[in-house]
């Protein structure tokens, strides 16, 4: 069943680049909305990272081509479910005509079970192979939920944890993040809260272990104890202290420039753009993000830094960005657009503050 939700995408694509008269702009946007069709059928729940999605197209121009990406996907004959014939795979008509999500994840489920248990009697006719021998359950592990669960969360809990529920194996789910699964995902809370057996908490550094990290990274006594009181004993920013540290006779703008690449590798343009116009704020919020980024939507801002714990301070009792990254990121911009731009900046984010 997998094989054929792939097949009927390389279908799409190659219908759409048959279209000689398409236009190269079009035809890219055409599929990337394809792609996208899992999120853009749930447009009340996920409406600002769809607006973040179609700002990252504005190199192709998607407000002006979106119609006609549109009506040439609605023509496409592969998205018909009549074209698959007698012989189409049951999961792939209903990609194409329902949600593309749970036919996935009946897929995914039967997959699995096929190979713990045995096929269900909907397969048996693409039965291959038979059960793993030795092995009756199925673990599920998600890293860096904050991240995946962007592209894939709604998928996970509302359709493959679903699948999952009532199936005739044991199945133990980890999810590693850094924010409460409810804080990640509502529907967590809603659906799953009773299957939810151990939450294991990675505590921060405690003062004397992080202290004795600092010296061997060549702090005094008095520089350690000030660095933990700014870090909170995270590891991860303990680890930029040291590195700082390391670097200490190599602090050029490359170095900074090296420091800004790190912490920010995952992200978007747009989201390293933002970054570093929110490092001038004391307090992130709507008003103070409307004031600072004027062209951008701060809803939707407001949502990624909310979900972007890496960066933002998590001890903090308003949203800010971490000190110490802050600090670092500031230096940064100052190599990257000089003192009297940097200025102007700080200018505007204090009255940001004063207004918001």
């Known amino acids: 069943m997998v094989h054929a939700l792939y097949r009927l995408r390389d279908s799409v694509e190659r219908e759409l680049d048959r279209k000689?008269?398409?236009?190269?702009?079009?035809?890219?946007?055409?599929?990337?909305?394809?792609?996208a069709r899992p999120l853009l059928a749930k447009i009340p729940k996920v409406g600002p990272w769809i607006s973040s999605l179609l700002q990252s197209l504005e190199a192709g121009q998607a407000h002006e081509h979106l119609p006609a990406a549109l009506e040439t996907l609605?023509?496409?004959?592969?998205?018909?479910?009549?074209?698959?014939?007698?012989?189409?795979?049951?999961?792939?008509?209903?990609?194409?005509?329902?949600?593309?999500?749970?036919?996935?994840?009946?897929?995914?489920?039967?997959?699995?079970?096929?190979?713990?248990?045995?096929?269900?009697?909907?397969?048996?006719?693409?039965?291959?192979?038979?059960n793993l021998k030795g092995v009756n359950r199925f673990l599920l592990v998600v890293d860096d939920f904050e991240t995946v669960g962007e592209a894939i969360g709604d998928f996970l809990v509302e359709n493959l944890l679903k699948h999952l529920e009532d199936a005739?194996?044991?199945?133990?789910?980890?999810?590693?993040?850094?924010?409460?699964l409810s804080e990640e995902h509502t529907d967590f809370h809603q659906h799953f809260s009773k299957a939810i057996r151990r939450t294991i908490r990675l505590e921060p550094f405690g003062f004397d272990d992080a202290i004795r990290y600092l010296e061997v990274a060549g702090y005094d006594r008095a520089e350690a104890e000030s660095i933990y009181t700014k870090s909170g004993g995270y590891p991860f920013v303990l680890s930029l202290f040291a590195e700082h540290r390391a670097h200490k006779d190599q602090q050029t703008a490359l170095f900074y420039q090296r420091f800004f690449e790190r912490t920010t590798h995952w992200m978007t343009e747009n989201e390293k753009d933002w970054l570093l116009n929110l490092s001038y704020?004391?307090?992130?919020?709507?008003?103070?993000?409307?004031?600072?980024?004027?062209?951008?939507?701060?809803?939707?801002?407001?949502?990624?830094?909310?979900?972007?714990a890496s960066v933002r301070d998590t001890s903090a009792r308003h949203y800010v960005v971490q000190p110490f990254i802050r600090e670092m990121l500031l230096t940064y911009h100052k190599n990257l657009i000089g003192t009297k731009h940097q200025s102007a900046l700080e200018s505007r984010a204090r009255e940001a503050m004063s207004n918001a």
Do not use: C
Not at 20 to 35: C, G, H, M, P, T
Not at 288 to 302: G, K, Q
């Open 74 to 130: 609605s023509e496409l004959s592969a998205l018909k479910t009549t074209s698959w014939g007698f012989f189409g795979h049951k999961a792939a008509r209903e990609m194409a005509a329902h949600d593309p999500y749970s036919s996935i994840a009946d897929a995914y489920r039967g997959d699995v079970q096929a190979a713990l248990v045995k096929y269900r009697k909907k397969e048996r006719m693409f039965a291959l192979h038979g």
């Open 281 to 308: 704020l004391k307090v992130v919020n709507t008003g103070t993000i409307a004031a600072m980024l004027p062209d951008v939507d701060a809803n939707v801002v407001i949502e990624w830094f909310r979900k972007e």
């Open 168 to 180: 005739p194996f044991p199945v133990l789910a980890v999810f590693i993040g850094r924010d409460d």
């Open 20 to 35: 000689e008269k398409l236009a190269e702009n079009v035809r890219d946007i055409a599929k990337a909305i394809y792609k």
